[in-house]
């Protein structure tokens, strides 16, 4: 049985949405990485993420966790014929700010960023929220389609599909930004419903 974990003393919780790496408690307990068993190794499908909380306690279902992670990789590593990585991990991270999931922010924010290198305007949806005007057509036009998905599926409509075609993207691109922000509306609330963001010990105290 999975004992509940409802006492976090002392953690040190992100009072901001940040680009910065950030760290991930359980409510509920993940399995023990050195009891986890061939077929969550398998489901894990990266081994690294052995390591990580979250992803040992979605263990506690393989099947479900193998499809979620096959998934979250194709819409966000397989480019072939549709919109760069940058704009997928726009759409992810506006999604995530809408939701108030400071963690999938965090690392979408920062992939984001990586991926494009344009940090103010990923920072500046991060401060500002996500009706900031952040001086693209296209990114605008992600972010408001990817807002409209999180605010529920029936307020993304022809308008937010016209925005986007008018910023230039095509119908594969479209439907890169749609998965990208669909897959997110249910991993933060997923996430949102397991456990909460820490700040890691490194970055405590910073000035």
């Not at 920072?123 to 529920?152: C, K």
């Not at 749609?178 to 963001?197: D, H, I, K, Q, T």
């Amino acid at each position: 049985m999975t004992a509940l974990i409802t006492d976090h003393q002392d953690l040190a919780r992100p009072e901001a949405f940040t680009a910065q790496g950030l760290g991930w408690v359980p409510w509920l307990l993940p399995v023990a990485e050195d009891e986890l068993t061939d077929l969550q190794r398998d489901a894990l499908i990266e081994p690294a993420r052995a390591k990580m909380p979250y992803f040992r306690l979605l263990a506690r279902d393989p099947e479900a966790l193998r499809a979620r992670t096959l998934t979250d990789l194709d819409i966000f590593f397989n480019t072939t014929g549709g919109i760069g990585r940058a704009e997928r991990e726009l759409a992810a991270a506006a999604t995530s700010r809408r939701n108030g999931c400071v963690f999938c922010a965090s690392v979408h924010a920062a992939a984001a960023i990586r991926e494009s290198g344009r940090e103010r305007e990923v920072q500046q949806l991060l401060d500002e929220g996500v009706d900031t005007d952040l001086g693209d057509p296209t990114w605008n036009a992600v972010v408001a389609a990817s807002v409209a998905l999180a605010e529920t599926p029936l307020s993304f409509g022809q308008g937010d599909i016209a925005a986007l075609r008018g910023a230039g993207l095509g119908d594969a691109e479209i439907v890169d930004v749609v998965n990208g922000a669909a897959f997110f509306n249910w991993a933060n609330r997923l996430m949102l419903s397991l456990g909460e963001p820490e700040v890691p010990s490194r970055q405590r105290g910073a000035a």
